[in-house]
């Protein structure tokens, strides 16, 4: 059963940096999507970035030009590197994996923005 292992959250101050990364620990075939997702305390989670298996890149308004979305798809990892934090960017990170078989989520990591 292959796992999506999430690392790189923690707290940072307003303005600071942080790179998400989200490793899958086994071989995924026919990758369709990698994408980052978020969810705050009391709302709904929402999508921030996605990698389309083109490279093509889409963004969620409230991160565009602050979050940069790559992948290595040697090592099946997505990467999410986060700038300009704010405190409303405080919320679960998760990734996901859409294959054209079946999707994979990972367990998520805590990213607080405080001063």
């Known amino acids: 059963q292959v796992q999506l292992l999430e690392s790189g959250g923690g707290l940072v101050q307003p303005g600071g940096s942080l790179r998400l990364s989200c490793a899958a620990s086994?071989?995924?075939?026919?990758?369709?999507?990698m994408g980052w997702y978020r969810q705050a305390p009391g709302k709904q989670r929402e999508l921030v970035a996605a990698?389309?298996?083109?490279?093509?890149?889409d963004y969620a308004d409230s991160v565009k030009g602050r979050f940069t979305i790559s992948r290595d798809n040697a090592k099946n990892t997505v990467y999410l590197q986060m700038n300009s934090l704010k405190p409303e960017d405080t919320a679960v990170y998760s990734c996901?994996?859409?294959?054209?078989?079946?999707?994979?989520w990972g367990q998520g990591t805590q990213v607080t923005v405080s001063s």
């Open positions: 996901k994996i859409d294959s054209r078989f079946r999707a994979y």
């Open positions: 086994g071989s995924i075939f026919s990758i369709n999507v």
């Open positions: 990698i389309i298996s083109d490279g093509s890149t």
